[in-house]
């Protein structure tokens, strides 16, 4: 549920990101998705939020 804009379920700091909630480290989607780039994810940086969308 998005509380002034943010979501503080999903906590985020990618201010790269589209959707970043900017001065606050949360996410502003209702949800999103999780996935990766590895055949077979074992760490964590394998895995991607894949409803990142590039600010610039
Ligand atoms: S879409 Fe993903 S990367 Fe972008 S702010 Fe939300 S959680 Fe962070």
Redesign the pocket.
Known sequence: MLVNGKNEC?H???NN?????KNED????EA?KVGTHESNPTMKECTD?E???NKA
């Open positions: 999903i985020c700091t990618i990101c589209t959707y970043h909630a949360y996410c502003t989607l999103i939020c409803s990142f969308v």
